[in-house]
Every structure is written in structure tokens, then in C-alpha cells.
């Protein structure tokens, strides 16, 4: 008797939530994260940081991962002067050039994770302050911090999973980065 009573207010109750139309929230859809394959073939003294980099936005961020060894979604090269720059050919892929003379200057691996931070959708935001990794050199070279604000890990972390599409547009095209780090003036003596 009681557990009769106990079904029908039961299913009076389901009925009533179905005629309210509240449906039960599902989980967002898991996507598939890309895989950004970079090649350090071409990254000599680098590669070591290259792989540090990585570490730093896989941590930082959700919906990708960078991994070595399997493409070369992203090739960083090892140059001698001309400045540090990246290319990005669409979203995760593109080319990083590493200065070794300007990593003299500035921390290589902030370096490193700066620029792959624009083959990651990120622009350059040059405001002087060392939190943020995007204010590449003109925090100065006193500024050794390699990893992203939470600000801009967030940024990435929804560029990849599509779901701001003012940022998306923004960050996806094809762009050239340079001079994301002022020349210092040498030491005289
Ligand atoms: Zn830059």
C-alpha cells in the first residue's frame, strides 16, 4: 500500500517536471583536444626549453596538448640575431624563432613560452607587467616569468575549445610577431 502510493506520487512527480519541461542539464559534450606537435629538430640549445614551454601551457590550459616527436604542427629554430619572433599559420601551427643573442638578454624560457603563446591565439599585450606573459620585453630583462596569468591561459584554453568566437576570430588567422623583445643596449666594458 504504501510503496504503491509511494510510485504514484512518484510518477506524478516525473510528470509534473516533464510538463515544466526542466530537463536535466548534461555535461558539455567532451571534445577532442588537438594534439599541437612541435618539432625541435631545428630548436638546438633550445630544445630542452621547447619542452619546458610545453609543459607550462599543458598544465596551464585545457582542450590541447603539445607533444613532441609526433609532427610539426609548430617548428621552433634556433637563429643568431634578428630578434625572437613567431609565425602563425592558423590556430596551433607556425613557426618560433628563438634569438640566441636576445636570450642572452631576456629569460629564454619566458621567451619560449611567449612566442608559442601567439602560435597559441594569444597578441602581444605590452604593458610593462612581469604577471602577465604576454607583456613579452617590455617587462624588462628582469623579468624571468615564464608562465601564463590565469587570464590568459583561460583565453587559450577557449580559443581551442571554440567557444568565444569574437576571440576566436581574433586568434585563429594567420599573423607575424615580431619585436616582442627591445634590444638592450650593450654593456660598455
Ligand atoms: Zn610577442
Do not use: K
Not at 506524478?12 to 515544466?20: C, E, G, I, N, Q
Not at 618560433?96 to 629564454?108: F, H, K, L, M
Not at 608559442?116 to 623579468?143: E, K, Q, R, V
Not at 607575424?176 to 643596449?185: G, I, L, M, Q
Request: charged share 10%.
Amino acid at each position: 500500500m504504501t510503496s504503491r502510493i509511494g510510485r504514484v506520487v512518484a510518477a506524478s512527480a516525473a510528470t509534473a517536471v516533464a510538463t515544466l519541461g526542466v530537463t536535466v542539464a548534461n555535461p558539455a559534450p567532451a571534445s577532442a583536444a588537438m594534439t599541437i606537435c612541435y618539432n625541435t629538430s631545428q630548436a638546438g640549445s633550445f630544445a630542452g626549453i621547447a619542452g619546458q614551454a610545453a609543459s607550462i601551457w599543458n598544465n596551464a590550459t585545457t582542450n590541447l596538448t603539445l607533444s613532441a616527436n609526433c609532427g610539426s604542427n609548430l617548428r621552433i629554430y634556433q637563429i643568431t640575431g634578428g630578434g625572437s619572433y613567431a609565425i602563425r599559420t592558423s590556430l596551433g601551427n607556425g613557426r618560433v624563432y628563438i634569438d640566441t643573442q636576445q636570450a642572452q638578454q631576456y629569460s629564454p624560457l619566458r621567451i619560449m613560452t611567449h612566442e608559442i603563446g601567439h602560435i597559441l591565439g594569444l597578441p602581444d599585450n605590452y604593458n610593462g607587467n612581469c604577471s602577465l606573459l604576454m607583456s613579452g620585453g617590455s617587462a624588462g630583462t628582469s623579468c624571468t616569468n615564464p608562465y601564463p596569468s590565469t587570464t590568459e591561459a583561460n583565453r587559450v584554453s577557449n580559443l581551442f575549445a571554440g567557444t568565444r568566437a569574437a576571440e576566436r576570430a581574433e586568434g585563429s588567422g594567420s599573423a607575424v610577431f615580431r619585436d616582442s623583445w627591445p634590444a638592450v643596449a650593450a654593456t660598455v666594458g
